[in-house]
């Protein structure tokens, strides 16, 4: 017996999803098992890549989720609303449901997995970050065992291109995001993408599933690369860095996290820094593992389908392994009701991570200043460190910048609270003109 799919969107990504699904041959044969049943979308006459029997698509999309004949819904229209609305209404109607949604997730991850646990249905996210790479079910299933100290990852696509060719070919940022915005790499309006929206939205996702608890999405700390000039990304290759767009998630202490999204100098010889392109990759450290990488395409609609199928296909492995006793009335609003959720499936978080202060997270920094060419500068910038408590690495005058001397430093470890109170004192200084970079290092 067919397992019926309702669809919200028939976008990029429910395109694909469904191209996919309808494409069996020398797949899983799973996916025989799969009835694409109503598709829900805002109009009927947008033309579609897809073509699909008379009468499966829809505009009626609460229908779809409040339909007994269908078992999971598919949720790829994105947004908040009515993205969230729709999803609590499926689960409450005895509805698993596979989204792609990482906004809404982000926000209101908690709301939909306590009302799918009470339900006793499945909500799967695995498309939600990194496109069709696997990282979620990893880290709820293979890793599980695993103590996690960090996760780090490259998990915008916009931003990894524009960093990528501003490295490769010097040129600046906003030449680059008119080129990806011409391609197609970058919508019209970039913000989410290069304010680090985006990322932020992924770290919180990939985090709660690392650190088995929820994350307050207004917490998470973020910054975008507009600021980042061709100058700083050639001195970072002096210095033997690249400069990506890191969201980070990491262990602070027993008690608390690290959730943030900056743009970071990483050393050339680690293996984020050879990601290029558009592409994403995910750096997990825990023990024992040690350190493994994911790493692919992060976004488009064959990757992200491939993502919300291998959900699909997960669920109906549960329904088909249920015993014949929990499907005795196959069209009741409970349908499938599972007495018992897998725990490696399911999102069972029992309290929120507790985020660390920014000031108390240690990192370290590269700063670059813009000072008055006169003698015993830089002896003065490293008093105000050194009063900070602050260690430089490196401290060196690299040359003029409109009759303006350039000094940039990089320190050790560093607590963010006392490298800004040794940057209060700086700003302070009569020979400081400005200071225009200020960068993390990984």
Do not use: W
Request: hydrophobic share 40%; with cysteine.
């Amino acid at each position: 017996m067919a397992f019926k799919l309702g669809i919200l969107g028939l976008g990029t990504v429910g395109c694909g999803t469904v191209k996919l699904l309808l494409d069996s041959d020398d797949r899983h044969p799973l996916l025989e098992e799969i009835e694409i049943y109503r598709v829900g979308v805002r109009s009927l006459d947008k033309p579609r890549e897809v073509e699909l029997p008379k009468g499966i698509i829809t505009t009626d999309l609460e229908a779809i989720v409040t339909d007994p004949d269908i078992d999971i819904v598919v949720e790829v229209m994105g947004g908040l609303e009515p993205a969230r609305e729709l999803m609590l209404k499926a689960i409450r109607n005895g509805k698993h449901v596979v989204t792609a949604n990482k906004a809404a997730i982000s926000r209101f991850g908690e709301e939909l997995y306590t009302a799918a646990n009470q339900a006793g249905v499945y909500v799967m996210v695995e498309a939600s970050v990194g496109g069709g790479i696997p990282v979620i079910q990893p880290l709820k299933q293979s890793l599980s065992v695993n103590k996690i100290q960090a996760v780090t990852g490259i998990i915008n696509g916009t931003t990894n291109y524009i960093l990528t060719r501003m490295q490769n070919e010097g040129s600046s940022f906003d030449d680059v995001l008119a080129d990806a915005q011409q391609l197609g790499y970058a919508e019209a309006d970039p913000t989410a993408d290069v304010e680090g929206l985006d990322a932020a939205d992924k770290i919180a996702i990939l985090a709660s599933c690392a650190f088995d608890g929820g994350i307050n999405r207004e917490d998470v700390y973020c910054e975008g690369i507009r600021q980042i000039s061709k100058t700083d990304i050639e001195y970072a290759r002096k210095l033997g860095f690249v400069i990506k767009l890191l969201a980070i998630a990491k262990k602070v202490n027993q008690s608390s996290l690290s959730v943030r999204v900056h743009p970071t100098l990483v050393p050339s010889a680690h293996p984020l820094a050879s990601i290029n392109g558009v592409n994403n990759a995910i750096f997990v450290e825990g023990e024992p593992i040690g350190q493994v990488m994911f790493f692919g395409p992060g976004a488009g609609a064959g990757a992200t389908a491939s993502a919300v199928s291998s959900d699909i296909l997960n669920l109906v492995s549960q329904l088909i392994s249920l015993p014949e006793a929990s499907k005795q009335d196959s069209r009741n609003k409970s349908k499938y009701k599972i007495s018992k959720l897998d725990p490696l499936l399911a999102s069972f978080h029992q309290e929120n991570c507790q985020l660390a202060a920014s000031e108390e997270l240690v990192t370290r920094f590269y700063a670059r200043f813009l000072t008055k060419d006169q003698p015993g500068v830089i002896g003065k910038l490293g008093t105000c460190f050194g009063k900070s408590g602050v260690s430089l690495e490196s401290i060196v005058q690299t040359g003029f910048q409109e009759k303006l001397a350039e000094i940039v430093v990089v320190t050790h470890d560093v607590t963010e609270g006392n490298f800004h109170k040794a940057l209060d004192e700086i700003r302070n200084l009569e020979a400081i003109d400005s200071i225009p970079s200020l960068l993390r290092v990984l």
